[in-house]
């Protein structure tokens, strides 16, 4: 058993020696300190350019909160440095806006969502539409060519062959595709000198009014009707050759000492009149001299002109109508 005396003693000795640790600890975190602004102050510029300074404070924040519990001062001042250590950790913001982008070519883009793909059929059960591809298995609907026509009943007749024809559905294959012409039309191409005669008696015909560029050689489907607009205008002697002519325009142009003549032309007696280069070439024996009257059509084995069918018979045997047959 210790006397009283050495307990005394002893616990002098401990309280002497706790005083030493405690100012001891207490100088090691003032230089601890030191040597943390030291270290904020070396490592600025490095922290702004993204480098992270806290990794070489994280030693001393270590000692810092162990001996926090020792000292009050100690848990402030690893708070001061906490504080500083986060402050040069984080990078500084830029004072300037948002960039500013210019449209080229190679950003030149859709808005989002403006265009959506299509889904890929036959890529596996995984995509939803794999295998049959949403098809099915078998039938008709199945099977390549898109299926059946929208108006098909199952085998019964269709709707619109069980409706009896009326009006202009009995005449659509007779319509005629006439290009109309006006004579004051006509009369301003051959007062520019464009609208010239390919015969020699003077006529002009469609395939002169192609080649003077009133309209192209395509557009003509079943002929040139002759309109009456313009006649005021007409002040020369015109003689034509067309299939279909009204009659304010056969009077207009008779009124200058003209005359209209109204032929009828099939398809092929078109493409004849209009294409003649189309066709064979005559042999030189079968040919005419070449000379001043000689046209394309004089080169060339044509088909011989088929006559008006019944239809049209009455047209183009009126004389009124001034119909070549009449």
Known sequence: MMSSGACLAMR????????????????????????CNTTLNNNNTASRRGLDSSSSLASHM??????????????????????????AAAPQKSQLGEPITFLTLNNLADNPGAVKRARRVGR????SKGKTCGRGHKGQKSRAGKGVHPTFEGGQTKFYKRLPKMGRMKNAKFKLELIPLNVGKVQDYVTMGRLVPERSDGVLT???FVKAGMFPASSIKSGVKLLGDG???????????????????????????????????????????????????KPKAARAPEGEGATEHDKHLLPKRARPPPKYMQYYTDYEKRGYLN
Request: proline content about 4%.
């Open 206 to 208: 469609m395939r002169d």
């Open 12 to 35: 002098c000795a401990a309280r002497v020696s706790a005083k030493n640790i405690t100012s001891t600890v207490t100088r090691s975190l003032s230089s601890i300190a030191a040597n």
């Open 231 to 281: 006649k005021t205008f007409v002040k020369d002697k015109l003689l034509l050759e067309v299939p279909w002519a009204s009659a304010s325009a056969i009077a207009a142009i008779e009124a200058k000492g003209g005359y209209v003549t109204t032929v009828h032309y099939n398809r092929l007696a078109l493409r004849a009149h209009l294409k003649p280069h189309k066709f064979p070439t």
């Open 124 to 127: 596996g059960i995984g995509s």
């Open 62 to 87: 270590s000692l810092l909160s162990l001996s926090s519990t020792k000292s009050p001062s100690s848990s402030l001042l690893s708070n001061n440095i906490r504080t500083q250590s986060s402050t």
